[in-house]
């Protein structure tokens, strides 16, 4: 069966200082991957979406950047984080032709 | 723009009350349609979804969904909630000619009492 998972679970990092979230999914091959942001409140954000390695589209404009080095990998990242990069962020993935995702566990991001 | 709006933010209930929460979207397209649940600590996971046929459709948990398209709605609705229905609950819109990427509404955050 598929599963999916982050790390880290839970992160404090300070203004202006470099990150990374990592998302990999196991049990199928070739998946879309997904980042969204979750604000207190306001849902979920789609921030990024990727069809393939390296194919990455960007839904909002922002701090943040994602890869995808390997087929099953997703990676956030920011060199520089702001306040307002606080949340919860949450990985899926979905097959090529289907429109249901399966959500990982999440990572809390406080910028202090 | 595209955008799903679920009009109720927070819902207290008691057990065995009936539960019904809003969601409308604004896409003008053929849609698909979800509700996510997030059960405190856990992931977020499908809870029903519509992509076409009946538009009365049913998920776990006893719960259901009525697709209304002349109204540009996908109510979530339970007839008995139990204690264990606490959650936060997301409805999600695709735009079929957008391939699947998912439009989340806000969030209703439902709190039954025991």
């Known amino acids: 069966s598929q599963t999916i998972h982050q790390w880290p679970a839970t992160l404090v990092q300070p203004v202006g200082s470099p990150l990374s979230l990592e998302c990999t999914v196991e049990?199928?091959?070739?998946?879309?991957l997904y980042w969204y942001r979750q604000a207190a409140g306001r849902g979920l954000q789609l921030l990024f979406y990727?069809?393939?390695?390296?194919?990455i589209s960007s839904e909002v404009p922002q701090n943040l950047s994602a890869s995808r080095p390997q087929d099953r990998q997703f990676i956030l990242s920011s060199k520089k984080l702001l306040l307002s990069d606080s949340g919860f962020y949450l990985c899926?993935?979905?097959?090529?032709?289907?429109?249901?995702?399966?959500f990982g566990p999440g990572t809390r991001l406080t910028v202090t | 723009a595209q955008s799903v709006s679920q009009h109720n933010h927070h819902v207290i209930l008691s057990e065995a009350a009936s539960l019904e929460l809003g969601c409308n979207y604004s896409?003008?397209?053929?849609?698909?349609l979800f509700w996510y649940v997030q059960y405190p600590g856990q992931h977020l996971q499908l809870l029903l979804k519509?992509?076409?046929?009946?538009?009365l459709v049913k998920g776990i948990k006893g719960f259901e969904a009525e697709f209304i398209k002349s109204k540009f709605s996908f109510n979530l609705r339970k007839p008995s909630v139990q204690w264990s229905d606490t959650a936060e609950y997301f409805c999600?819109?695709?735009?079929?000619?957008?391939?699947?990427?998912?439009?989340f509404g806000g969030g209703t955050r439902v709190l039954v009492k025991p």
């Open positions: 899926a993935w979905s097959g090529q032709a289907s429109y249901e995702q399966y």
């Open positions: 049990g199928t091959s070739n998946p879309n």
């Open positions: 990727s069809v393939g390695i390296g194919q």
């Open positions: 896409y003008g397209g053929t849609v698909n």
């Open positions: 519509y992509f076409s046929g009946d538009p």
């Open positions: 999600a819109v695709t735009l079929k000619a957008a391939g699947n990427k998912l439009t």
